[in-house]
């Protein structure tokens, strides 16, 4: 194709296959389905919903050049878009970063056409341009030929003959010559030395949106001056405008009040030993692996009930972050992590409750490097977001932890461009939390303050309103002193941000997840005192890190596969920073037993049923007590066992009290047996049931003695047994056949459970082999609509775009001459299915009813059944 494109699509076949495949992957909405040619593509990514998605994923300055487009000329010249974004006196680096705003623009097919001639995209203008409703967030306002049109022709004339201007004959070259009047900077500023010094108060008030302001039914003077000359015009009998042409004359030509060409500096930074960041992020993980091991132990014989909205109440979350010694904040955080890790889950009963999953069992057998790397990839995944949880939901109920509707999209690609933009420091570097979201909401002003052309409009106040998400101020100015004029309600309540594309407030959802993120990379052990660590470094090395920084618009989100093995790489610098376990303790003679280090699995698991934790840190502190020890015979244990079990793993000699607490409680365990009756108790003392029977405290537990040995009672065994524990003895449970019932502590587990799904943000990512089988399948099927055809002499020639129709002896005729010359052929097939395409082929064999093919639209050879084709009309010679 030669000349100047008319249409995108005209553009988008000019392309280069690596110019297709850059537009498919950063726009993968455009492959669902695969479009059938360059029509249809260009067709979809004009559609209002596609190129919301696109525009949201621009930053901010290349937003801000989409956004003076949308107030220039359409077509507008390269250097006019210049002029609107450096104004008339130039800025050297929108100069510099200009043509990287414009490229990245074309290649999102939102701006298409020469430099001469650069057209946004229909829908793009729409959404951005400005308009009563939805102010620019330039804060331009229309333009005279926009504010004018329902002026009539006399008035017309009364203005440009006020301005200095010699009427005309028609409506429309009195605007043009208002128009030319405003755009020349030296007839403009003479007009304007002629201005009251109120009436120039009053441009100030509206040069920088928004542009809309209320006057009272009789102006006064130095606004009738303004009203006179075209100046403000009326767009309503109290509401005035500012004249776009006008007020980029008074902003010196520049669209925005404050151009962002560079993203914000992460600063200020401070450095710090990288070793000692790696030992502090490795101290951390520990803890975070102990912090999760400790809730899955607290669960082990099954956690709280489930809501039947679904989730956990706020008082068992309450009760979790007492057992884990944290805040109910962070303990949602643990619950979170280890959901998502599928470390727990709901058990499905009828009484449905959380435990551990079977997956858990696993994971604790794991090397303490493995086990973080199974955290940290399901947290860096994760879309249920723990910083949620206890605020409300739309409709005003408070979201519980493990809960439904905790589910961001966007929260991956926070955590991933938050690590990158701390990857991109020296190691060692930490900057402050204000400094990565302020880049972020650079990096995705939309996505951080809601969508171009969807935040409704607020009425013209009398004070500019703060810019909502990246609408600008849209209250005007109560210009004559006077009430606002009658609207929609809106917010009025600060100065407004000069020029739209204001910043993004700090509660935006953008800007509270990567604060989330930057705290749960610390509690997870990724960083350490604010800076990356090493392994944290080796997390988001992902295969897509490279074009995440290049180009954080286009980046593609890692897959499992990559998120994995980046997470196996980071854990294996992880391993040498955590302590080793070891595999004895100290006992000391205040019943305790201190833990140097981390303890060994099967001790520590054993320890933990002997002994109480008392304390934690770099020691762990048990303490012996009767009820732990009780604990360890209900398990099986016996008193030499025990003692054999401290002898071993104990580096001092086990203390006299210790040795005492043991047998104490040894020879008082099992002489009280309880069993189901409901229940009863036998014991071959009888004087111990009779001291039982005279107990006051044994009134509720409503026994009665069936024989010298036995007595009943009337309440389950459970609560037998802990009734008579209250009391100070230690029975112990039996089967009905007189066996010791062993008490285990992991006694319940869910059925086998997988990690909750992440929920996407928008289409998947496409991958490399689909990417090119797309183009290729879109140049294959432009080729077979476009193609010229020679005519067809039917009695009704087929409508543009139609499929060919022929008779059954036509295309069976034409395709027997086809395979005799050797050339290529247009049909119009219909499948199985019923769907209807063209195609172009060149025959090689025609017989038994069907036609063997080479088909350039999938550039492959295969067989068609002659009944299906539609209809055959042979190609120009040179179209193929």
Known sequence: MTGTPRTLAEELRTRTDSGLVGLLRARPDLLNP???????????????????????????????????????????????????????????????????????????????GPDDRLRLVRTARELLSPSAAHPSPTGLGPTVAEASAGMSPGRLQEIIAAAGLPTTHDPVTAVAALSGLFSDRARMAALLDTAPAASVAVLDKLLWGPPYGGVTDRPAPHLQWLLDRGLLIATGARNVVLPREAALHLRAGRAHHTPEPVPPALSPATERDPQLVDNAAASQAFTALATVEELLKEWDLGGPGVLRAGGMSVRDLKRTAAALDTTEQLAAFWLELAYGAGLIASDGEADERFAATPAAEEWLQLPDHERWAVLAAGWLSATRTAGVVGTADAKG???????????????????????????????????????????????????????????????????????????????????????????????????????????????????????????????LGVTGRGALSAHGRA???????????????????????????????????????????????????????????????????????????????????????????????????????????????????????????????ARKHGRLRIGAATAYVRCDDDALLSEILADRRAATLRLRRLA??????????????????????????????????????????????????????????????????????????????????????????????????????????????????????????????????????????????????????????????????????????DSV
């Not at 493990?402 to 701390?422: F, I, N, Y």
């Open 708 to 877: 010298p040995t036995v007595l009943a009672a009337q309440t389950a065994p459970d609560q037998l047994l802990d009734g008579l524990r209250a009391m100070g003895y230690a029975p112990a449970a039996e089967s009905a056949a007189g066996d010791v019932l062993i008490a285990r502590a992991d006694t319940h587990r869910t059925p086998p459970r997988t990690a909750p799904t992440p929920v996407p943000d928008g289409p998947p990512s496409p991958d490399p082999t689909l990417l090119t089988a797309a183009v290729r399948a879109i140049r294959a099927g432009d080729l077979a609509a476009t193609a010229e055809r020679k005519p067809v002499h039917a009695p009704t020639p087929a409508a543009p775009g139609a499929l060919p129709r022929t008779t059954s002896a036509e295309t069976l005729a034409t395709m027997q001459a086809a395979v005799l010359t050797h050339s290529a052929l247009w049909i119009g097939y219909v499948n199985a299915d019923g769907a209807a395409s063209q195609r172009v082929i060149a025959p090689v064999r025609v017989e038994g009813g069907f036609v063997t093919a080479y088909d350039h639209t999938s550039d492959e050879v295969r067989t068609y059944p002659l009944h299906r084709i539609t209809g055959v009309a042979e190609l120009a010679d």
């Open 34 to 112: 695969v479009p059938g040619d360059v029509t249809q593509l260009a067709t979809r990514a004009g559609t209002r919903a596609s190129v919301v998605r696109a525009v949201e994923r621009l930053d901010r300055f290349v937003l801000q050049t989409a956004e003076a487009l949308a107030v220039a000329p359409d077509p507008c010249p390269y250097d006019t878009l210049g002029a609107l974004m450096g104004g008339d006196a130039g800025d050297p680096a929108v100069a510099a970063e200009l043509p990287r705003a414009v490229a990245e623009l074309r290649a999102q097919a939102l701006v298409w």
């Open 397 to 523: 109920r408070a979201l519980a932890a493990l809960g439904p509707h905790l589910d961001r999209s966007p929260a991956p690609e926070v955590r991933r461009r938050a690590l990158t933009l701390l990857a991109g420091l020296p190691p060692g570097t930490s900057v402050p939390a204000a400094a990565v979201r302020s880049r972020l909401q650079w990096e995705r002003p939309l996505r951080s303050g809601g969508a171009a052309g969807q935040a409704p409009a607020s009425p013209v106040g009398q004070v500019p309103a703060p810019a909502t998400g990246r609408n600008p101020a849209t209250a005007g100015a109560a210009v004559d002193g006077g009430a606002p004029p009658p609207g929609p309600t809106g917010t009025a309540s600060g100065p407004a941000v000069p020029g739209g594309s204001a910043p993004a407030p700090a509660d935006d959802l953008r800007s509270r997840l990567a604060q989330w993120t930057l705290t749960e990379a610390e509690l």
């Open 539 to 665: 997390l988001t090395d992902t295969t897509s890190q490279s074009a995440a920084a290049a180009s954080p618009a286009s980046a593609a989100a890692p897959s499992p596969a990559d998120t994995d093995a980046a997470a196996t790489r980071a854990a294996a610098l992880l391993a040498p920073l955590l302590p080793e376990p070891v595999d004895h303790v100290l006992l000391q003679a205040d019943l305790t037993a201190v833990a140097p280090g981390p303890l060994h699995r099967p001790l520590a698991e054993a320890l933990g049923v002997l002994a109480d934790i008392e304390s934690k840190g770099g020691a762990t502190v048990y303490r012996f007590t009767p009820a732990s020890v009780r604990r360890a015979l209900d398990a099986g244990r016996s008193a030499a066992e025990l003692q054999d079990f401290l002898t071993t793993h104990s580096r001092t000699p086990v203390p006299q009290p210790l040795a005492y607490l043991i047998d104490d409680v």
